[in-house]
C-alpha cells in the first residue's frame, strides 16, 4: 500500500496528462463558444478521438510475424520442429485474441506514450496469457531509459465489488465486511508483481474501516485483507 501510495504522487504529473487525453478522446471536455446564440448547438469535431484511432489502427493493421529458425537446418527433424514451435506461438497468439489486443495497446501507445501489458501462465488453457492493463492504474518501478522495457516490479491497481469478493475470496470478503455492507460496495485491489510473487490485496476505504470487523486489528488508515500470494 506504501509502495502504490509513493509511486501515485510520483506519478501526479503524467497522470493529469493522461487524464486531459482520456477526457478528450471521450469528448469530455467543456468547450466554451461565447459568441454562439442560446438555441445553437456547438459542433467542435473530436479531432484527438480520429487522429488517435486513426493513428492505432494503422499500427495494428499488420500483425507481426514469427521466426523460428531451425537449430540445425541441415537436419529434417530440426526443421519440423522449429515448425511446430511456430504454430504453437501463432495458436497462443490466437488464444489470446492477439488482433484485438495490439489495437488496444496500439491507442495506450498513441494516447498516453505507454502501453504496459502483464503475462502470465493461465491453466485453464494451458498456454501464456497476454492482460492489456490501463496505463492510468498501472505503477511500474523507475526504468533508465527508452530500451529498459522490464521493471523490477509493477503495482496494478483496480476496482472489484464486494460481490465479486465474497464470490472469489469468501474468507477475506468476511475479515472486510461492515455491518451494513452492500453487495456493490467498491474496494480497490493491488496487485503486485515481481520476478520473486504475485500478491494480490483488498483495500477498502476510511468510511469502511470504522464498522469492519478489521478495525480491531492494526492501525491502518483502511481495512485490508489479503487475497491470494502466489510464487513465480
Known amino acids: ?32 463558444l ?62 489470446n485474441l492477439m488482433p484485438i ?26 498456454a501464456p496469457e497476454w492482460t492489456v492493463r490501463d496505463p492510468l492504474t498501472a505503477f511500474p518501478s523507475p526504468v533508465i531509459g527508452p530500451d529498459d522495457l522490464e521493471p523490477a516490479d509493477c503495482v496494478f491497481a483496480y476496482e472489484r465489488s464486494w460481490q465479486w469478493l465474497k464470490a472469489n475470496y469468501p474468507e477475506a470478503a468476511e475479515r472486510i465486511r461492515t455491518k451494513d455492507m452492500s453487495h456493490d460496495a467498491v474496494f480497490t485491489l493491488l496487485e503486485y508483481s515481481d520476478a520473486t510473487e504475485t500478491v494480490l490485496v483488498a483495500v477498502g476505504n476510511k468510511a469502511q474501516a470504522s464498522t469492519s470487523q478489521w478495525s480491531a486489528q492494526a492501525d491502518l488508515p483502511a481495512p485490508i485483507a489479503m487475497l491470494e500470494r502466489i510464487v513465480n
Open 1 to 32: 500500500m506504501d509502495l502504490h501510495a509513493q509511486r501515485v504522487r510520483n506519478s501526479q504529473t503524467a497522470l493529469a496528462r493522461m487524464r486531459l487525453i482520456r477526457a478528450a478522446y471521450n469528448g469530455e471536455i467543456s468547450v466554451p
Open 34 to 95: 461565447p459568441e454562439l446564440d442560446e438555441n445553437e448547438q456547438v459542433s467542435v469535431p473530436n479531432l484527438v478521438f480520429q487522429g488517435l484511432d486513426e493513428t492505432a489502427m494503422r499500427i495494428a493493421s499488420n500483425m507481426p510475424d514469427i521466426i523460428c529458425p531451425a537449430s540445425d537446418p541441415d537436419s529434417v527433424q530440426s526443421v519440423k520442429r522449429a515448425g511446430v514451435r511456430r504454430q504453437v506461438l501463432h495458436c497462443w497468439w490466437e488464444k
Open 101 to 126: 489486443k495490439l489495437r488496444r495497446r496500439a491507442r495506450h501507445l498513441i494516447g498516453y506514450a505507454t502501453s504496459p501489458v502483464s503475462l502470465r501462465y493461465d491453466p485453464l488453457t494451458n
